[in-house]
């Protein structure tokens, strides 16, 4: 018969196992995901998305900032999928396209600049390699395991 000693030991024994497997398997993660690089953007996609936004400034401004966001809404719209894949990791640059889109379409205040700033933030964001260290860190915090407890 066991007695309570063994029982205790046998528990901790099967936590202690429990642990290290899940130590394991996050250490795979995080080498599978330092293998993998956060998508960069290219020159074609910031050149054609700069495209896009100086053609929506361009209607902008032709109709004084008052029909045009009408116009420019399917642009917008395009720019923000555009944007998407670039922004995954960098969850600053999420607000500031999505900042930026909302911003482009109010009357008026359409005719800024917000949307190509926006979009120069993303590709230097996108291709440092400082944002990539920031979005590695936090994606380890995110998928850090809680600590083991030992319930008495």
């Known amino acids: 018969m066991p007695t309570e000693e063994d029982i205790i ?9 429990a642990y290290q497997a899940r130590q394991l ?5 995080d080498e599978q995901s330092t293998a993998e690089r956060p998508n960069q953007m290219g020159w074609i996609v910031f050149l054609i998305a ?8 361009g209607i902008e401004a032709i109709t004084g900032g008052t029909i045009g966001f009408i116009l ?3 642009i917008s719209v395009v720019l923000w999928f555009m944007m998407r894949p ?16 909302v911003v ?12 190509i ?7 230097v964001k996108s291709r440092s390699a400082l944002a990539e260290h920031l979005a590695n860190l936090a994606e380890k915090r995110q ?4 600590p083991l407890q030992i319930a008495a």
């Open 86 to 101: 670039y922004t995954k990791s960098l969850k600053a640059a999420k607000f500031i396209v999505g900042t930026s889109l």
């Open 72 to 74: 420019c809404a399917p």
């Open 50 to 57: 700069l495209a896009f936004t100086f053609t929506q400034l």
């Open 143 to 146: 998928n850090k395991q809680e």
């Open 25 to 29: 398997e996050s250490e795979a993660e």
């Open 104 to 115: 482009d379409s109010l009357p008026f205040i359409g005719l800024l600049p917000v949307d």
């Open 9 to 17: 030991k046998l528990n901790l024994d099967r936590q202690r196992r």
């Open 117 to 123: 700033v926006a979009i120069i933030y993303v590709f």
